[in-house]
């Protein structure tokens, strides 16, 4: 492995594209417990690679109780994907906003499942040093409000498309109009992806996009079938860490709580 460390100054320059650091950075930590929930060494390793201010974003994160809400996230990302891929061997995945996550590696799908991982230019050039492009799996560097990268993705087969921590960054009016699109895009498949309540969005200035309900984008995008929506803290009979999963225990018996973020499954 090449030893060099990778710099990342420039992230920073526009409040959102750090946050990936952030995630990586949990999953990293996560993956270091004795029974993760989502173990993904793929982050430890691309992290020991990254040259940045750790300490500081290790302060300002609290890995210790936050790591649950990332490992918890993706792993029923992992697990609706990886059914997805079962029933579609032949599939097309495309994930939006992919930051530095590694779901293409830990997920690892045969042939001929073909992969694409999508995300602003100047995190795709620093994910290209990271993960290199293989057989099957190819990056682009676009923002998701731009319509015309679409085209570089075939509309040949079942489609999965992952949207982790990028939604609710967008106005409404991009969500909607990225949704249409993808839907005349592609003939059937499924979207993945999380959304946080509106009240959320309200109180943290870099959120603008909230949902309470998968109805709502049935209601504004007919092709779109809500098959599962369920809390960021379902599965948390997992947390390995008692008093953590007391505490999650304890969130998911309240309406507010669990509803403040939650994950989506789409069908169309
Ligand atoms: C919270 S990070 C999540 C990254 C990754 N999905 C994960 O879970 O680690 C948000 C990601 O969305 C990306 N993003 C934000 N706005 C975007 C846009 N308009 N087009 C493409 N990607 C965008 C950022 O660059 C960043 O990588």
Redesign the pocket.
Known sequence: MNAEKIDVTGLNDDG??W??L???YL?AWESRAERPILGDHHAAEALDRIDYDFATLERRLRPRSNQFL?AL??RRLDDWSAAFLARHPDATVL???????SRMLRLDPPAPARWFD???PK?IDLRRRLYPERDRYRMIG?????PDWLRQVPADRPTLII????LP??PGG?VRRLLQRLTDHFPSGELLFDGMAPWVTRMIKVFHWGVRDGREIERWNPRLRCVAQVSFGAGYERIPVRRYRLVYRLGNGIPTWRRMSQLFRFAF
């Open positions: 959102i594209t946050t990936l952030a995630t990586l999953r990332v996230r993706a994930q939006l906003g992919c930051g530095l996550d999508l995300d602003v995190v676009a923002s998701v409000t731009d949207a982790e921590g990028l960054y967008l991009d």
